[in-house]
Structures are given as structure tokens and as C-alpha cells.
């Protein structure tokens, strides 16, 4: 079956943490990837090429425009002016990450940043069982799309520390019939959840 994915999304400016997510989806599905992480140019052709070895060389070439006007299209015209001089969509796309990304140092302070307040995360008093994670997988997101391993069971993890007292009772008979450390996030709210169900019912 033929796949035509939908045109690619456009950055404005806002949310480039998104958007280069889909993006690269978006070059994947399309096999133009591979010229965005290696500027390289495909290996001459050698003597007396089949017509086949001449189209293959041609479509592994045209890659690299292909990617550049995926790029060019994705972002709006006051980003474009920012790129319109790049000479590979590699170069692009570096541009753009270290202008919305910044650069490593400055990466590494932002994951500094997130990493602390994470750590400082505590639910509210107000906050139900479902509105708490929210902040959590938010800062979690973050922290992984600035390029750090960051695993669920270690945001599962904190999300227990977080919780009040009141949900130690269901927190300790979770901890005699599962293996905390490989239960889903999802798995751990929908349990807590119900629990919170049938306290607010009675």
C-alpha cells in the first residue's frame, strides 16, 4: 500500500522540542534521515554503470535536496532566512538546533536546571492523583529531548516520593504484590486513581 504522509509540520518559532520529534518522523518515513546525520555524498559511479546503478546513483544524490526542501518548507519565512544560506540539510538542521537548543554548554545547564526541579517535585494538596503526573512526564519529556537517558521506572520512582501520606497504605500493598521498578506509570496512576474513586465515593 502507498503511503503519502501529510506535509511536514512547520516550525514558527515555538515548541522546537515538538516539532523536531515530528520532523524527523517526517524525514524518516520519507528514508531522508540518513543525509541529515551523514553529510557525505554517495560513491562515484564506477566504468560502464547499468541504467539500474544510474537511477539508484541519481535517487541517492537527489536525498540530499530532497531533505534540504523537507527543511526549507518546515519552518516559516521568518525561520527560513535563518537557514536560506546553509549548504546541506545537515548544516540546517545543526543551525536551527543550536539556535532554539542551544549549545552543549548551554544544555547542560538547562538539564541542570530540569534535573533540580525535578527533584523538588511534590504533589499538592489540591492536585488529584491525574493532574500530578502531568508536571513530572512534563519535565521528564524535556530532560530526554535534551539528548539524557532518562528511564520510566526512575520517573515512577519520583512520582511515589511525591505522593502524600495518605497513599501509603495502597503504595505498601502495591509493593507486596508487584515489582515497583517494572510497573508502568500509567499502571501505577490507574491504581492510585481508583483508590482515590473509592475514597471520594464513600
Same mark, same amino acid.
Given at each position: ?16 522540542? =515538538?516539532? =523536531? ?5 517526517? *524525514?524518516?518515513?520519507?528514508? *531522508? ?13 564506477? /566504468?560502464?554503470?547499468? =541504467? ?9 544524490? /537527489? ?11 518546515? +519552518? ?15 548544516? /540546517?538542521?545543526?543551525? *536551527? ?6 549549545? #552543549? ?6 538539564? =541542570?536546571?530540569?534535573?533540580? #526541579? ?33 528511564? $520510566?521506572?526512575?520517573? +515512577? ?10 497513599? $501509603? ?10 515489582? *515497583? ?12 486513581? /481508583? ?8
Amino acid at each position: 500500500m502507498s503511503f503519502t504522509p501529510p506535509p511536514p509540520p512547520v516550525f514558527t518559532g515555538e515548541n522546537y522540542h =515538538i516539532w =523536531i520529534v515530528k520532523l524527523k518522523t517526517y *524525514l524518516q518515513a520519507y528514508d *531522508l534521515w540518513s543525509v541529515i546525520e551523514n553529510e557525505a555524498e554517495p560513491p562515484p559511479l564506477r /566504468a560502464n554503470p547499468t =541504467i539500474f546503478k544510474i537511477r539508484q546513483h541519481t535517487e541517492e544524490r /537527489a536525498k540530499k535536496h530532497k531533505a534540504m526542501t523537507c527543511l526549507q518548507n518546515g +519552518v516559516s519565512d521568518v525561520i527560513f532566512t535563518r537557514i536560506m544560506a546553509c549548504d546541506s540539510p545537515k548544516q /540546517a538542521w545543526e543551525k *536551527l538546533k543550536e539556535e532554539f537548543m542551544g549549545t #552543549d554548554k548551554t544544555r547542560q545547564q538547562q538539564v =541542570i536546571n530540569l534535573r533540580k #526541579d525535578f527533584e523538588n517535585l511534590r504533589m499538592k494538596e489540591s492536585e488529584t492523583i491525574k493532574q500530578c503526573p502531568d508536571r513530572i512526564v512534563a519535565i521528564f519529556n524535556s530532560i530526554r529531548l535534551l539528548g539524557v537517558d532518562f528511564t $520510566e521506572s526512575r520517573v +515512577v520512582e519520583k512520582f511515589i516520593t511525591t505522593l502524600p501520606e495518605k497513599f $501509603e497504605s495502597k503504595i505498601s500493598s502495591l509493593e507486596d504484590s508487584r515489582d *515497583l521498578s517494572a510497573i508502568s506509570l500509567s499502571e501505577l496512576i490507574n491504581s492510585l486513581y /481508583a483508590l482515590e474513586q473509592r475514597r471520594a465515593n464513600r
